[in-house]
Structure formats: structure tokens, C-alpha cells
């Protein structure tokens, strides 16, 4: 089994590198570390690599990057996917300006996983607009959440954080209370990427920074249950939605198995556990608009 320890960019086609550019930069506030005609990459203030642009045909998320121990044998790892799960693997040099080396398959709903070890950071310069602390999670819908789920936890070392009913599924490969979400639907795709933000002042001047770029919110402020993150939502111009959240659940302790206390906490001690609906989403805040659940079906 692969053990994942974090996540590290996400790859998106965009069929107008140039507009989805201008708002990655403008609006959500990351930096430029590359960019042409076809391609563009962006860092956050941090220097962390975040986002990757691609030239496509429609909007789409289709890689994401994940770290692994700075021990991990590549070659291993590709003759374990053989061997055990008939993945097939490939190994590429140079996938980004900070990434030199990775082992690259897809997981059962087509998405690439790249796999490395170590990055380099790019140049912290801020551009201004949000500037989010981290890529957080990516969630997404697809057919076969029970599938997908097994997948992550056998083949990635992923573990399983919550759900919600039988249909949403909430997964962590480091202390963040989840990295990736997969939600059952009649089709897979993307359901929305998230960024963390410093706090709760950081949500505030998100929500102002979108209103003057008349980019409304979906959904938030609130506090989801699941996670007990405080989140907002908005689409890019891709008509992607886009989480800004803070205040996430944290789990420092695999071995304790709860999450650290917090006075929000209903459970004490908070484990993961499987959540009723009308608990899960929300904890206080308003409901979201209707925009936010076209095409999620």
C-alpha cells in the first residue's frame, strides 16, 4: 500500500487558459510561477505549487498531485500497482518547475494520480486578490462511491474520516480531516476544489473581495457539520465551484483516533462516524442558493 501524506497541486483543462488565468490570479489571489499559450502554472504566496492550467476541450479536473515519504521507492511502488491491482504506471520527469520526478496511473474514475516525493518551492510574490494558505481538497461525484472509496484506503492509504449517509465520503491522508470527497451521482466529475484560508477575518475579506468582483456566494458563511470547517462557495468562470474554508478538524494522532477538541464538537471526543443529512452540512449558517446543487446530479 502506498502511504499518501499530502496533497499537492490539482490539473484542470480549460478550454480559456487566458480567463481562468485572470481569475486565479486576480480573484483567488495565487501567483504565476509559468504560464504560455497552453499551459500555466501558479503557486501560492507560499511558494507551495497549487494549480496547474492545461489547454482542453471542456473544463475538467484531471490530475492531482500527491506527496509521499521522501523514502518511497518509485520502481517498487510501479511493480507493487502491477502485481496487486494490474495498474498500469508510468514514470515522468519534470511535471512542474518544483516537481522533477513522478509515477503517474489513474484511479477508477479516470483521474490521474502523480505521485512524488519531494518539490521545490517557487516564488513567494503575492499578487494580492484572496491568496489562500494551501490547496485543500478536491471533491468529486462519480458512480461508485463504495469503489472509489476502496480504492483510496487500499491502494493510497487513505482513511476514512466520515460520511454522510451511504453517499458521501469524506477522506484524509495527513491530519486534515479530509483531502479528497467523492459523492455518489449518476456521472463522474468534479464537484467542487477548496482552499484554506488563515481565519476567520481571511473568510470576511474573501467575501468582499467577491462581491467587488460580482462573483456571488452559493453558499456561507457557515459551519459545515461534517469537518466543522467555516466555509463560502462560488463558481469560477469555468462554472467550477469554489471552497475558501478555515477551521477544519484536525487529527495530529492517527493512534487516539478523534479529532482535536473543539467547543463546536457535539461528540466528545469527536471520531470519525457516519453523519445524518440533515446534521452533516451544516452546524449554523444559512441554507445554500440553488445554484450551488446545478449539476451535481
Not at 490539482?10 to 504565476?32: K, Q, S
Not at 458512480?143 to 465520503?169: H, I, N
Not at 462573483?215 to 475558501?244: A, K, M, S, T
Amino acid at each position: 500500500m502506498i502511504d499518501v501524506k499530502a496533497i499537492g497541486h490539482a490539473t484542470f483543462e480549460t478550454p480559456d487558459i487566458g480567463r481562468m488565468a485572470d481569475y486565479y490570479t486576480g480573484v483567488l489571489g495565487l501567483h504565476p510561477e509559468y504560464r504560455d499559450e497552453a499551459r500555466a502554472i501558479f503557486v501560492t504566496g507560499l511558494g507551495r505549487e497549487t494549480l496547474v492550467l492545461e489547454k482542453g476541450d471542456v473544463a475538467r479536473c484531471t490530475r492531482i498531485a500527491l506527496q509521499v515519504a521522501p523514502n518511497t521507492d518509485p520502481g517498487a511502488v510501479a511493480r507493487d500497482l502491477s502485481e496487486r491491482e494490474s495498474i498500469r504506471s508510468e514514470r515522468r520527469s519534470g511535471i512542474t518547475p518544483g516537481i522533477t520526478d513522478a509515477l503517474v496511473f489513474k484511479d477508477p474514475i479516470g483521474t490521474e494520480i502523480e505521485l512524488f516525493t519531494a518539490w521545490k518551492a517557487g516564488d513567494t510574490r503575492q499578487t494580492g486578490g484572496i491568496s489562500p494558505l494551501k490547496l485543500g481538497h478536491i471533491a468529486f461525484t462519480c458512480t461508485d462511491v463504495k469503489l472509489q472509496c476502496a480504492f483510496y484506503e487500499r491502494v493510497l492509504g487513505f482513511r476514512v474520516s466520515d460520511w454522510m449517509e451511504d453517499f458521501f465520503v469524506f477522506m484524509r491522508c495527513g491530519p486534515d480531516h479530509h483531502t479528497v470527497n467523492f459523492a455518489a451521482a449518476k456521472a463522474a466529475r468534479l464537484h467542487h476544489v477548496a482552499f484554506e484560508l488563515k481565519d476567520w477575518s481571511h473568510i470576511g475579506e474573501a467575501c468582499d473581495l467577491l462581491g467587488q468582483n460580482n462573483l456571488p456566494i452559493l453558499w456561507g458563511p457557515g459551519r459545515h457539520g461534517i469537518g466543522h470547517n467555516i466555509f463560502i462557495y462560488h463558481r469560477n468562470p469555468d462554472d467550477q465551484i469554489v471552497e475558501c474554508y478555515t477551521s477544519l478538524d484536525q487529527m495530529p494522532d492517527e493512534s487516539l483516533g478523534y479529532y482535536e477538541p473543539r467547543p463546536w464538537h457535539k461528540d466528545k471526543p469527536q471520531r470519525p462516524k457516519v453523519w445524518k443529512r440533515a446534521d452533516a452540512a451544516l452546524s449554523w449558517g444559512p441554507q445554500a442558493w440553488p445554484d450551488y446543487f446545478r449539476g451535481k446530479d
